[in-house]
């Protein structure tokens, strides 16, 4: 299927990148030592049966029907750690270990997108400098 | 940083700004960033800098003898005035018309548009009573654009996130180096649509061209009709309940379900015979070093 299995290794359970933390199954990871392709499934589709209250505020706000580019956030790993891709900074944001993790992908997916609107809507998010920094006045 | 306001910053150069927000401090070798989400961050839905806009405020400006930079300039000073509804007026193929809106906005284009239109978004919702020509959408990050008559060519390029919807046909290369979100359109599709997709989903209702999904990297592409030809390492793949699920939502949400549901879809993805990069690296560093 899809999104589950790739030329290197295999998703086989929603904790194998925090059990493993290098995670590195076939032969040609090991030997290059680096993961090759997504560490999550990035094709998977959101189910709607999870959405967080703040998620269905969030779509409110923005006048949409559905998660829309959240549909693409997923829970991934960086170096053994529960992490979200923010595409604002072009890099890894970590859970915390305060957050208990659900045990399953859609329930995780669902805390990944609640987490990276707060932290892309904060103050402390690094476009905040940025924009202070190179805008036009 | 906190010591520096607005005012000073703006009496200064950009260098000056740089060194101000204290950012060519930063030791750039190795891995110099490392951010942890914040779990008692506030609730808050737009960005910090994003005016605060109303959709129940609604206006609409006549672009007839505007040109596009004078229209575009346009929209954002309405959008400081707190409009969350505007209205383009006679566009008449403009090109790169509504490009770069970063905030939430409900944006009515009567008419059609050129080259470009609506890219670079962030947010707004768009719809465009009219035809489009080549790259509408390219580049969006998130929002929905809904076009009521044909697209152009290159729909949806380089796409990152969002809804981007055309109810007639499209032309060739749709989804084009697609990195996210969604593609929908209700006709036909011309060649190579998908080509180079890294991530996303691209819906045709109807048919699609020679070589789809050609070299695509990962994503999904569902085809209601025939498919002229599989481009290089496009598959064929299982349609799952989700995948059904997601089709019947989004479909219906755009008002283009088939009568006849979505069993017939056909679901392409990357046979992932592609990647080979991890083998051209070593050589690639060789020549290098």
Same mark, same amino acid.
Request: without cysteine.
């Given at each position: 299927m899809a999104g589950t299995q790739y030329r290197g290794s295999e998703i086989k359970d929603v904790d194998q990148f925090l059990n493993d933390a290098e995670g590195l199954d076939s032969e040609r990871e090991k030997e290059i030592g680096q993961h090759i392709g997504y560490r999550y499934d990035v094709n998977l589709v959101p189910d709607y049966e999870r959405l967080t209250p703040f998620l269905k505020k969030y779509m409110e706000t923005m006048g949409w029907d559905d998660l829309n580019w959240l549909e693409d956030i997923h829970m991934g790993y960086e170096e053994g750690n529960p992490a979200v891709f923010d595409r604002n900074i072009n890099g890894w944001v970590r859970i915390p270990d305060t957050i208990e993790l659900p045990d399953n992908q859609q329930d995780r997916d669902m805390i990944a997108r609640e987490l990276l609107i707060k932290f892309q809507m904060s103050?402390?998010?690094?476009l905040v400098a940025l924009r202070k920094a190179y805008m036009k006045f | 940083m906190a010591g520096v306001t607005d005012a000073q910053l703006k009496e200064m150069s950009q260098e000056e700004r740089v060194k101000a927000l204290g950012m060519t401090t930063e030791q750039l070798t190795g891995k110099s960033l490392y951010i942890e989400f914040d779990p008692d961050a506030e609730e808050r839905?737009?960005?910090?800098? $994003?005016p605060d806009v109303d959709f129940n405020k609604r206006t609409e400006i006549d672009t007839d003898e505007m040109s596009t930079t004078q229209v575009n300039t346009r929209i954002s000073e309405l959008m400081a005035e707190g409009f969350g509804t505007i209205v383009l007026k006679n566009p008449r193929g403009k090109h790169s018309i509504g490009v770069g809106i970063l905030s939430k906005l409900n944006l009515i284009i009567e008419g059609s548009c050129g080259y470009f =239109?609506? *890219? #670079? #978004?962030?947010g707004p919702n768009v719809r465009i009573n009219g035809r489009v020509g080549w790259s509408c959408g390219e580049n969006m990050m998130s929002g929905t654009i809904m076009i009521e008559k044909n697209a152009g060519s290159t729909? *949806? =390029? $380089? #796409?990152?996130g969002g809804d981007l919807v055309c109810r007639g046909s499209v032309g060739s290369r749709t989804g084009i180096d697609q990195k996210g979100g969604t593609i929908i359109v209700g006709g036909d599709t011309g060649a190579l649509s998908g080509f180079m997709m890294q991530r996303g989903r691209i819906v045709v209702c109807g048919n699609a061209g020679k070589n789809l999904g050609d070299s695509m990297y990962d994503g999904t592409i569902f085809v209601g009709g025939d498919i002229q030809s599989l481009g290089v390492d496009a598959v064929e793949a299982e349609l799952t309940d989700l995948d059904r699920a997601w089709l019947t939502r989004k479909l219906t949400q755009y008002d283009l379900m088939p009568g006849r549901g979505v069993d017939h879809f056909t679901k392409i993805v990357a046979g992932?015979? #592609?990647?080979?990069y991890d083998n051209l690296e070593p050589n690639e560093k060789k020549l290098i070093l």
């Open positions: 103050d402390r998010h690094p | 839905f737009i960005y910090p800098w $994003a =239109a609506v *890219g #670079l #978004l962030d729909f *949806g =390029a $380089a #796409l990152r992932k015979q #592609l990647w080979n």
